[in-house]
């Protein structure tokens, strides 16, 4: 991956002199569970026997940077990266994938060189990479209406603030549930995986939607 810019929290990389010369970002591997049980081929998968849901372990970020600086300057800049960076759990961002963010704890390794110092720092992220805003829906409710929501990937549940009594019913696992809301709830009996979910809404006023999106 090819980037000019990296964003640790607010912090340009380039204010320490470094410039990124490459980014590798690895895919998070699956959390499997299967069980091998005698008399049935192959092996039986309970990845997502618990909620349905499959899970990730941390993923790492790998940056490689050069350091284009006076001499002089090299100790202080060092100095200052490691203070400001190492061992810091911190949002991480790239300009060739601007509308994402990444949270993980990063360690900072400097190295100095014949010809120009180098330093590569390595990120233990959360599986996911977050959307910078929440996605959020609202809609004006006069009787009933039937309102489509969209989630990109991460498993979410979404915020509900109604302006007045509303019940809303939806699928969860084949089985439809309903609940009556007043004011703001987490909505933990719907789970948001990939895809399109369609929310009924019985009752009159403003309501909203509200959730983080995350993407792999």
Known sequence: ???????????????????????????PKVKRKTIDIAGMDGELDLSEALDGVLRYYNRTITIRFQCFAQDKDYILLEQKCKNDLHGKRMKISFDTDSDYYYIGVVEVEWASEEVVDTATININCEPYK???????VERD????????LVNEKMPTNPVVTVSNQMTLSFMVQDREVSKTLTGTTKLTELCMLAGEYQVKVNGTGH????????AL
């Open 1 to 27: 991956m090819t980037v000019n810019d990296v964003i640790f929290g607010t912090i340009n990389s380039k204010e320490y002199g470094l410039y990124p010369v490459r980014v590798e970002i690895e895919t």
């Open 141 to 148: 409710i006069k009787v009933n209406n039937i309102i489509t």
């Open 130 to 136: 977050y959307k910078n805003y929440k996605t959020i």
């Open 207 to 214: 309501i909203k939607f509200e959730w983080q999106e995350g």
